[in-house]
Structures are given as structure tokens and as C-alpha cells.
């Protein structure tokens, strides 16, 4: 009978000790990574926080890493949890990406534009209507 009792104890130690090990193991691994951080940039947008972290790797190469966090809350309100989003942009890969994000963000712009125009002309032939 002791010995189960023993043994069980022993097993709830170990996990705990090992749930201990896990989450020390986590602190550093995030510090590690931190560490590496050469220089970053961080953009606050409504509900939305962007990192724009540049990182070395292993062969001293420097790469963006673009967090999106999103903040995210319980239905009570009480626990806050955050939502994250990595891109990782490899130095060859810049002029492509910078095309491309050009690209879209004119595309949106233009379109923003012809909305707000046919918006304004459509405004200016309702009085027009009316007046009939």
C-alpha cells in the first residue's frame, strides 16, 4: 500500500517538475529570440498592433519578421488573450514584396477614389431628380 503511495507522489513531483523545466525552457528560448532583435519598429493600429522586427540568422543574414497582435477578450471581459500573426521577408525577397505591396496599395487607393466619385456624382444627380 505505502509503495503506491509513494510511487504516485513521486510521479505528481516529477511532472511538476518537469511542467517547471518546460516553462524555464520556454523563458529562455523567448529571450533567445528576443536577443536577436537588431532593430524593430512597432505601429499601433486601432485594435491591431504590427512589429517590424529585423533578425539575424544562423549565417549572420538579416530578415523582417511582421507580427500583426491582435488583443482578443474573454466574454466576461476578464481574460485577455492576444492573437499573433507572423510573415518572415528573407532579404531576396524584398523588391518583389515592395512590387507587390505598391501594387496593391495604389489598386486600393484608386478604387477608394472611384467610389468616392461615383458616390459624389451620384449625390449631385439626386437634387437634380427632385427638382423634375
Given at each position: 500500500m505505502k509503495k503506491k503511495y509513494i510511487f504516485e507522489f513521486l510521479?505528481?513531483?516529477n511532472t511538476?517538475?518537469?511542467?517547471i523545466m518546460k516553462q524555464d525552457?520556454?523563458?529562455n528560448k523567448q529571450n533567445e529570440s528576443e536577443k536577436d532583435?537588431?532593430?524593430s519598429k512597432t505601429l499601433k493600429a486601432g485594435k491591431r498592433?504590427?512589429?517590424l522586427d529585423v533578425k539575424k540568422n544562423l549565417r549572420n543574414d538579416l530578415f523582417v519578421v511582421i507580427t500583426e497582435s491582435k488583443r482578443n477578450y474573454s466574454e466576461n471581459q476578464t481574460n485577455v488573450t492576444y492573437e499573433k500573426h507572423k510573415i518572415f521577408l528573407y532579404k531576396e525577397d524584398f523588391e518583389k514584396f515592395m512590387n507587390g505591396?505598391?501594387?496593391v496599395i495604389r489598386f486600393i487607393s484608386d478604387s477608394t477614389e472611384s467610389i468616392t466619385d461615383e458616390t459624389e456624382l451620384s449625390e449631385d444627380e439626386n437634387p437634380e431628380e427632385d427638382n423634375l
Amino acid at each position: 500500500m505505502k509503495k503506491k503511495y509513494i510511487f504516485e507522489f513521486l510521479l505528481r513531483c516529477n511532472t511538476e517538475e518537469i511542467t517547471i523545466m518546460k516553462q524555464d525552457e520556454m523563458k529562455n528560448k523567448q529571450n533567445e529570440s528576443e536577443k536577436d532583435i537588431i532593430y524593430s519598429k512597432t505601429l499601433k493600429a486601432g485594435k491591431r498592433i504590427y512589429y517590424l522586427d529585423v533578425k539575424k540568422n544562423l549565417r549572420n543574414d538579416l530578415f523582417v519578421v511582421i507580427t500583426e497582435s491582435k488583443r482578443n477578450y474573454s466574454e466576461n471581459q476578464t481574460n485577455v488573450t492576444y492573437e499573433k500573426h507572423k510573415i518572415f521577408l528573407y532579404k531576396e525577397d524584398f523588391e518583389k514584396f515592395m512590387n507587390g505591396m505598391n501594387d496593391v496599395i495604389r489598386f486600393i487607393s484608386d478604387s477608394t477614389e472611384s467610389i468616392t466619385d461615383e458616390t459624389e456624382l451620384s449625390e449631385d444627380e439626386n437634387p437634380e431628380e427632385d427638382n423634375l
